[in-house]
C-alpha cells in the first residue's frame, strides 16, 4: 500500500525505536507487502515485537532468488551462498568427471534454500532434500518443486531412498553449528522464532556433522563431496572428524565473516577442484 511521507516517517520512527537497523528498507518491504492500513500497523507491530521480517514478508532473497519462508522456520543466511557456490564448482566438477548430470542431496535442506540455488545454478540430475522437521517441509517442497526437487522427511539418510546409496556426487550439509553454551547470544530473532533443532549443534557445534560424515562414505558415489558450513574456529575439528570418516577433507578460506565451507571428499576418485569458481547466478547455466 502507498504510504504518505508523514506516515512513512511515523512507521520508520516506529521500527527504529524498535532496535531495527534498517529501519527505512523494512518500513518500505512492510508498507509493499499490506493491503490495507491495519494490516500494515499488525505487521509493524509483529516486527517491532521482534519478529523475524523475513517472516512477515514471506520470502527471503538468497543467491538472487526469492525463497519462501514462514512463521517457525529457519531463514536462510547470506553468508550460505559461499556453501553453494562450493557446492556448484563440486557440481561441475562431477559432470566433467563423469559425463553426466550429477546426483545432488541436501540434508538439513530447512526451506530448500541451497537445494534450489544449486538447482538454478548448474543442471542437476537428480535433487533430493531432507530435513527432519516437518514444519520445514511444506516450505522446502514449495521453493524445490519448481526445479524437480524431491522433499523427504526424517532424520539425516535414513529420509533418503536406498537407491541413493553410493550414488550422491554431491552433498550439502547446512547443519546447525552454533555451540549450546553460545545459544544465548544470539540475536533475538533467531533464538526466539526460529526452531531450536536448526541451531543448536551441540556441546562444540558439531554434533550434527559427526553423524553426517559417519555416513557420508557411504552414500556418495566415489568422488563425491560432502560440503558443510562452519565458523572459522570448528574447521580443524571437522577436518579431523571427515578424516576419521575416511574422506578427504579441504578447509577452504573463510569468508569476511568467518564462515568457513569444509569439503570431504570420497576416496576412489579425484578431488575435484571447487575452488575456481563464477558467481552462483549466471544467465546460463553450468
Keep these: 500500500m502507498h504510504l504518505?511521507?508523514?506516515?512513512?516517517?511515523?512507521?520508520?520512527?516506529?521500527l527504529r525505536a524498535a532496535g531495527c537497523v534498517f529501519a527505512e528498507d523494512e518500513a518500505r518491504l512492510l508498507a509493499e507487502a499490506a493491503a490495507t492500513p491495519g494490516e500494515l500497523d499488525a505487521l509493524a507491530a509483529r516486527r517491532a515485537a521482534g519478529e523475524p521480517l523475513e517472516h512477515l514478508l514471506g520470502a527471503v532473497e538468497f543467491c538472487g532468488l526469492r525463497i519462501?519462508?514462514?512463521?517457525?522456520?529457519?531463514?536462510?543466511?547470506?553468508?550460505?551462498?559461499?556453501?553453494?557456490?562450493?557446492?556448484?564448482?563440486?557440481?561441475?566438477?562431477?559432470?566433467?568427471?563423469?559425463?553426466?548430470p550429477p546426483v545432488a542431496v541436501d540434508l538439513c535442506c530447512g526451506c530448500g534454500a541451497v537445494g534450489r540455488a544449486l538447482a538454478e545454478t548448474v543442471d542437476l540430475g537428480e535433487l533430493h532434500a531432507a530435513d527432519v522437521d516437518p514444519a520445514a517441509l511444506p516450505w522446502a517442497r514449495r521453493n524445490l518443486d519448481p526445479?524437480?526437487?524431491?522433499?523427504?522427511?526424517?532424520?539425516?539418510?535414513?529420509?533418503?531412498?536406498?537407491?541413493?546409496?553410493?550414488?550422491?556426487?554431491?552433498?550439502?550439509?547446512?547443519?546447525?553449528?552454533?555451540p549450546t553454551g553460545a545459544l544465548a547470544l544470539l540475536p533475538p530473532e533467531a533464538r526466539l522464532h526460529e526452531p531450536a533443532g536448526a541451531l543448536d549443534g551441540g556441546d562444540d557445534g558439531l554434533d550434527v556433522h559427526r553423524r553426517i560424515?559417519?555416513?557420508?562414505?557411504?552414500?556418495?558415489?566415489?568422488?563425491?563431496?560432502?560440503?558443510?558450513?562452519?565458523?572459522?574456529?570448528?574447521?580443524?575439528?571437522?577436518?579431523?572428524?571427515?578424516?576419521?570418516?575416511?574422506?578427504?577433507?579441504?578447509?577452504?578460506?573463510?569468508?569476511?565473516?568467518?564462515?568457513?565451507?569444509?569439503?570431504?571428499?570420497?576416496?576412489?576418485?579425484?578431488?575435484?577442484d571447487t575452488g575456481s569458481l563464477v558467481p552462483v547466478r549466471q544467465d546460463g547455466r553450468g
Aim: hydrophobic share 45%; charged share 15%; no cysteine.
Design 4 to 14: 504518505s511521507p508523514a506516515g512513512t516517517a511515523a512507521l520508520v520512527a516506529r
Design 147 to 178: 526445479v524437480g526437487g524431491t522433499v523427504h522427511e526424517g532424520d539425516l539418510y535414513a529420509a533418503l531412498p536406498g537407491r541413493l546409496r553410493g550414488r550422491v556426487d554431491v552433498l550439502v550439509a547446512n547443519a546447525p553449528y552454533v
Design 213 to 272: 560424515a559417519a555416513g557420508a562414505p557411504g552414500w556418495l558415489a566415489p568422488g563425491g563431496v560432502l560440503l558443510a558450513e562452519v565458523g572459522e574456529q570448528q574447521a580443524p575439528v571437522l577436518v579431523a572428524v571427515l578424516t576419521r570418516a575416511g574422506l578427504r577433507p579441504v578447509a577452504w578460506p573463510p569468508e569476511e565473516d568467518g564462515t568457513t565451507v569444509v569439503t570431504g571428499t570420497r576416496t576412489g576418485g579425484p578431488v575435484p
Design 68 to 100: 519462501a519462508v514462514g512463521p517457525g522456520v529457519f531463514v536462510p543466511r547470506q553468508r550460505t551462498a559461499a556453501l553453494v557456490a562450493r557446492a556448484a564448482g563440486a557440481a561441475r566438477a562431477a559432470r566433467a568427471r563423469t559425463g553426466r
